[in-house]
């Protein structure tokens, strides 16, 4: 029995942040509300708020498991990448990775923005999470690169980058130059 209610509780759970993710993308975070979350996903308001009793720690949860999500793909495509191939064209590929959904991007401008607007316990955990993500591209950078390169540095130009490839993707601009922008970068 107790396993049934641990699985019904991770559906519920993955309901509304699938549901909450999708809402912050298509309306944003300032315009959905916990209401609205709980609308769409099909459950009552006292259910929503037993698992997130604040959009606060639900916006945390979505950051979370995006950025995850984003680690993850880091670190897949540094595990996987040939000897011969040179770390630029490794790094493009990130890029186009991680940019190629647009719901992604979004999201993950809509978690920033949430984190940069005055919510200091927002700030705090998309801070944290960024941190954890430099460390992540900073691993992936030493088996790249090796040597004596200032992956610190180097973490921080490519994460500053993504970021603003996401801004430009979701305005919509189709040229954004990333091989040339790698190039430079990796330099």
């Known amino acids: 029995m107790g396993k049934m209610k641990n699985a019904d509780s991770a559906k519920t759970r993955e309901k509304i942040i699938s549901t909450a993710a999708f809402l912050i993308t298509k309306q944003g975070a300032e315009n959905t509300s916990l209401s609205d ?4 996903s099909g459950i009552s308001k006292g259910t929503l708020y037993y698992y997130y ?6 916006l945390f949860e979505i950051t979370n498991r995006h950025m995850k ?4 793909d880091i670190i897949y495509w540094v595990g996987n990448m040939s000897e011969d ?15 190629r959904a647009s719901r ?6 809509y978690l ?5 607007s005055g919510d200091e316990a927002a700030q705090v955990r998309v801070r944290t999470i960024y ?6 591209v900073k691993d ?21 980058c993504l970021d603003g490839i996401f801004i430009q993707a979701s305005l919509g601009i189709k040229d954004i130059p990333i091989n040339e922008m790698t190039r430079h970068i990796l330099r």
Request: proline letters at 4%.
């Open 104 to 109: 992604r991007g979004r999201l993950h401008l």
């Open 140 to 160: 992936g950078l030493g088996k790249m690169l090796g040597g004596d390169t200032d992956k610190d540095i180097l973490a921080e130009l490519i994460l500053a």
């Open 53 to 58: 009793p604040t959009k606060s720690e639900l």
């Open 131 to 136: 941190q954890q993500w430099k460390e992540t």
């Open 37 to 40: 979350i709980a609308r769409e």
């Open 112 to 116: 920033i923005y949430d984190g940069i």
């Open 85 to 99: 191939l040179p770390p630029e064209k490794i790094l493009q590929a990130v890029y186009r990775l991680l940019t």
């Open 69 to 72: 999500r984003l680690s993850e």
